[in-house]
Structures are given as structure tokens and as C-alpha cells.
């Protein structure tokens, strides 16, 4: 059998499929022309990340299309359940890039208490010459040690999360609408572990009372944070944005952080992706990434395999 990953699967992925006797294909096919290609080449599954979609028409068009996997969490790119009508079964890997987006909301976090998303632009600039100057104006970063993190939506992304936060020393508050508690087990060195209990909070309570604001939360039809949850947040907030783009109101950003309300924002996904707004690039208060959350060497070491284990449990199976 024969798998297209369109958007690319990690080494390991691809020598555990065709050790399993699949045929892998890496070819990144023009979405105009997928449906095409899954016909012709045969192909019984097909794999995707954000930059492909597999929509009804294609669906429609490939009647033996047995498996459809995303690798990664979201799956607003897949018409899901019209394919699990079809008898297609739509698989994704939920856990394997927790860590890896985690990690990437600390980076943002550490270059806003720190302002090197400014100081990363003006050192290349003006550095020679004007040391002492930018020496001052990036003297006056605080430290996240004893802060306030508000995560909203604590599932498996969001409580990785809330693992860092509490190794850094900061008090976490959460959000979810699914959530009511959560166990969070931060690991140390030699087997040592705490456990933290986490009760979630209504919104308003996270809002208020965060110092620093994450979001993890899927596709909405509405913002999550718009004008009113920024009139709610404490002044001088920190915002990051690693879930989905279109969950934050980006025009209110803007205005929230031409106005102080909030002191810094880091993004890596954006409301008109992949072509974000101008006014969003060029913002110099911003933490830009170009959605690379999962993007790591490990985590995709980890989808690829979990995918691969799917597909074989799916299909080894059926053909048993």
C-alpha cells in the first residue's frame, strides 16, 4: 500500500512504515492537483500538516482513500467527520508536539520579559555605535520567577505549559471550558518529581489576574480575546499566541499594545496565515515565528512514528 506525506513525515516515520512494507512517497503535490495524483499513484493514505487540505471535494474524488493522518494536533484542514462517513479513517498525533510548542511559548516569554525581540533588530543596526544607549533602554527586563502565567485551555499543550512554568517558579492559573482540575507531575533529576493539583478558573479570574497570558485553545468562530478581554487584563500584560491564528482579535493587539495594556506579544500563528498583516510584522513589540511550534527535530521524530504505528494498526489489521 502506498502513502503520500504530503507535507512530509521524519526519516524514522518513513523506515518504520516500509519496514512494515508501505510505500512512501514525500512528494509535496499542488493542492489543485491532489486529487489527481492520489488516483493515479493509488494511494491509500494520505498524510498532511497545516499546508494541505483535505476538503470534501477531495474526499469526494478519491474513493479509496483509506487513511487520513495529520501530523499535529489541529485538525481544522481535514473535513473530519465527512470523511469518517465515508469509512475514512482520520488519525492525527495529539501528544507529540506538547513539549516542543511549550518550550517555544517560554522562548517567547523570555524574549518579552527581556526585549529581545527589539534588541535581536537594533544590535545588527546600531550596536557599534550605540552601545551604551541600547545597553539602557533594555536594562529594565523582569524576571518570570514569582509571576503570574494564565494558560487558557489546559489540555495537553496547555498543561506542558503550566510543567515549565512551575519549574521556573511561577504560579500558574488555567482556564478550560473541558477542564475542572489537573494533575501536573514536573520532573527533576534522578527520579524526583513534584505533583501539582491545578483547579481551572473562570476566564475572568485568568484574565485578571495573569501577568502573562498563553493561549491553547483549537480553531474558534469567534476570538478568544478580543476588546473586552483586554479591557479585563492587567496593564503591562504579556501575550502569546502558539495555538491558532484568528483566536486573537489582531487589530485589538495592536491597539492594546500602542496603548500599554499590554507590553509585549509573541505569535507564532496569525489570523491571516500565511500571509499575516503588515501591521503585525512590523510591530516592534512583537515576538514573530512562522507557526513553527511543532517544529522540532524531536517532535517530529515522534509524529512520524506515531503516525506510522497508526497506520499500521489500521491497516495491517483490516488486511488480517
Do not use: W
Amino acid at each position: 500500500m502506498k502513502v503520500l506525506a504530503n507535507d512530509g513525515i521524519s526519516q524514522s516515520g518513513i523506515e518504520d512504515l516500509e519496514k512494515a512494507g508501505f510505500e512512501v512517497s514525500t512528494t509535496t503535490v499542488a493542492q489543485e492537483q491532489l486529487a489527481n495524483y492520489i488516483n493515479d499513484n493509488k494511494i491509500s493514505v494520505v498524510l498532511v500538516r497545516s499546508a494541505t487540505t483535505v476538503r470534501k471535494e477531495v474526499i469526494d474524488a478519491c474513493p479509496n482513500l483509506k487513511i487520513i493522518g495529520r501530523g499535529g494536533v489541529g485538525m481544522d484542514n481535514i473535513d473530519v467527520d465527512y470523511a469518517r462517513e465515508k469509512g475514512i479513517h482520520v488519525i492525527n498525533t495529539p501528544a507529540a508536539s506538547s513539549q516542543s510548542v511549550a518550550e517555544l511559548v517560554f522562548a517567547h516569554l523570555f524574549t518579552g520579559v527581556r526585549y529581545l525581540y527589539d534588541s535581536n533588530r537594533n544590535m545588527p543596526l546600531d550596536g557599534d555605535t550605540q552601545f551604551k544607549k541600547l545597553k539602557k533602554n533594555y536594562a529594565k527586563g523582569i524576571e518570570l520567577r514569582g509571576k503570574t502565567l494564565g494558560v487558557i485551555g489546559f489540555g495537553r499543550i496547555g498543561r506542558e505549559v503550566a510543567k515549565i512554568a512551575l519549574g521556573v517558579g511561577m504560579k500558574v492559573i488555567a482556564t478550560d471550558k473541558f477542564v475542572g482540575k489537573a494533575n501536573i507531575k514536573v520532573d527533576f533529576y534522578n527520579g524526583q518529581f513534584i505533583n501539582v493539583e491545578i483547579e481551572t478558573e473562570p476566564m475572568e479570574e485568568v484574565l485578571k489576574h495573569s501577568d502573562f497570558i498563553t493561549l491553547h485553545v483549537p480553531a474558534q468562530k469567534d476570538y478568544v480575546i478580543g476588546k473586552a478581554e483586554f479591557d479585563i487584563m492587567k496593564n503591562g500584560v504579556g501575550l502569546v499566541n502558539a495555538a491558532r491564528g484568528g483566536v486573537v482579535n489582531e487589530v485589538e493587539l495592536v491597539k492594546a499594545l500602542d496603548s500599554g495594556k499590554v507590553a509585549f506579544a509573541g505569535l507564532d500563528t496569525f489570523q491571516d496565515e500565511p500571509t499575516p498583516a503588515v501591521q503585525i510584522l512590523m510591530n516592534p513589540k512583537i515576538s514573530l515565528t512562522p507557526h513553527i511550534g511543532a517544529a522540532t527535530n524531536e517532535a517530529q521524530d515522534r509524529i512520524g512514528l506515531e503516525l506510522a504505528s497508526q497506520i499500521k494498526s489500521l491497516l495491517l489489521t483490516d488486511k488480517n
